[in-house]
């Protein structure tokens, strides 16, 4: 099994472009999250799905639009990217709710907006 | 807003050392759960407490857990360089939602 996978790993945006991240995960798990990590912060959440054809809002939602296209996959969509988006984005799944249950985590995008 | 703090934000030791990491957070909590992150990976989950658990091991890892203090400690025993990374505490924002709150970390790196 290949866990959580993200595309692309690296990225480099001017500003006011738009951009899809996408993350993939193939252990069946019901709910995806998308957080984003800036130095010295920690994690910050940005949208979750806690199941197919559901999304909600997380800590930080603004300027980002996610979809959660079928069980497997949830994507994170920047429409017009600032350079205050830049950051490295991370992926995770887990079973059901991230309060009850341990979350898999992606590898990480390194998106820098110039 | 962050929920969890970890103390310190950096610990140097040595190889078979012991190092303890401290989490405090803010509101009620019905878990807390610690994370490991090698540099430039993604979070790996570690242990995962309730709150009506007071400790809690898992290999070398030992996780106490204080609701009165509102805190929480992570203890590595006999450390190895391969446990350098950052170390990360999370908790829910409300009970058992899908809200998790990461504190800043600590980064531990073990000198062989």
């Known amino acids: 099994n290949a866990g959580v996978t993200q595309t692309p790993k690296f990225q480099v945006l001017k500003t006011g472009q738009s951009m899809t991240l996408q993350c993939a995960q193939d252990m069946n798990h019901n709910s995806m999250y998308w957080y984003r990590q800036d130095p010295g912060m920690g994690l910050r959440l940005i949208y979750y799905?806690?199941?197919?054809?559901?999304?909600d809002k997380g800590e930080v939602p603004n300027g980002y639009n996610v979809s959660r296209l079928n069980k497997r996959e949830f994507s994170l969509r920047l429409e017009s990217a600032a350079p205050s988006q830049t950051s490295v984005y991370f992926c995770a799944s887990s079973p059901g709710t991230s309060g009850r249950n341990e979350q898999f985590f992606g590898p990480g995008t390194r998106l820098t907006v110039l | 807003s962050q929920q969890g703090e970890e103390d310190p934000q950096a610990l140097s030791i040595q190889e078979g050392e012991n190092a303890t990491m401290n989490c405090s957070y803010k509101?009620?909590?019905?878990?807390l759960q610690w994370y490991r992150q090698n540099s430039g990976r993604g979070l790996v989950h570690l242990i995962l407490i309730r709150s009506n658990e007071r400790e809690k091991h898992s290999g070398r890892l030992r996780v106490t857990l204080d609701t009165s203090k509102k805190s929480s400690s992570l203890l590595i025993t006999a450390s190895r360089a391969a446990d350098t990374a950052s170390y990360f505490c999370a908790t829910p924002s409300r009970a058992y939602n899908n809200d998790m709150r990461f504190g800043a970390g600590t980064r531990l790196t073990v000198k062989p």
């Open positions: 509101t009620s909590i019905n878990n």
């Open positions: 799905s806690a199941s197919e054809g559901t999304t």
